[in-house]
């Protein structure tokens, strides 16, 4: 197992405590490059009544207040889903380095689904994109809650 796939078991691992207030199972972590984790998130939208408490800026607020700074350059986000618009442009404002992803979201992914927000030539602060990672088991779990609404 890669460094990846170990810090997407502590992103999954957030994403399963979603489910314990009805929230969509996506989880985050935002990990240093030794592999110590400085911030984590799970979508809190249902349970805050607060549409931007995605887990990607859940887990980059607690990172910032981690570390004294909204500038999170040389950081890792690992989430278990594809960011969205909103979470890309919360990765580009605290410059982040890396992102790693889980499961593809092909209606409003924009890490390279949908959307290549993360790696658009035109803005000024690109990222490094990975995706894929432990992407059967992420991509489970979100199919398994959204069967169970069905």
Same mark, same amino acid.
């Given at each position: 197992?890669?460094?990846?796939?170990?810090?997407?078991?502590?992103?999954?691992?957030?994403?399963?405590?979603?489910?314990?207030?009805?929230?969509?199972?996506?989880?985050?972590?935002?990990?240093?490059?030794?592999?110590?984790?400085?911030?984590?998130?799970?979508?809190?939208?249902?349970?805050?009544?607060?549409?931007?408490?995605?887990?990607?800026?859940?887990?980059?607020?607690?990172?910032?207040?981690?570390?004294?700074?909204?500038?999170?350059?040389?950081?890792?986000?690992?989430?278990?889903?594809?960011?969205? !618009?909103?979470?890309? @442009?919360? =990765? #580009?404002?605290?410059?982040?380095?890396?992102?790693?992803? *889980?499961?593809? /979201?092909? &209606?409003?992914?924009?890490?390279?689904?949908?959307?290549?927000?993360?790696?658009?030539?035109?803005?000024?602060?690109? !990222?490094?994109?990975? @995706?894929? =990672? #432990?992407?059967?088991?992420?991509?489970?779990?979100?199919? *398994?809650?959204? /069967?169970? &609404?069905?």
């Amino acid at each position: 197992m890669n460094r990846y796939e170990e810090w997407m078991l502590s992103a999954l691992a957030e994403a399963r405590l979603a489910l314990g207030t009805g929230d969509v199972p996506v989880g985050a972590v935002v990990v240093d490059d030794a592999g110590r984790a400085v911030g984590a998130g799970r979508n809190l939208r249902e349970h805050t009544g607060d549409p931007t408490a995605h887990a990607e800026v859940v887990a980059i607020r607690e990172a910032a207040a981690s570390v004294g700074s909204w500038r999170l350059d040389g950081l890792t986000l690992v989430v278990t889903l594809e960011p969205c !618009v909103m979470c890309a @442009g919360a =990765v #580009l404002q605290s410059r982040i380095t890396r992102v790693v992803f *889980g499961a593809w /979201d092909e &209606k409003a992914g924009a890490a390279g689904s949908v959307h290549d927000v993360l790696r658009d030539r035109r803005l000024p602060h690109r !990222v490094e994109v990975i @995706g894929g =990672v #432990l992407e059967r088991e992420c991509a489970e779990l979100l199919t *398994g809650f959204f /069967d169970g &609404k069905r």
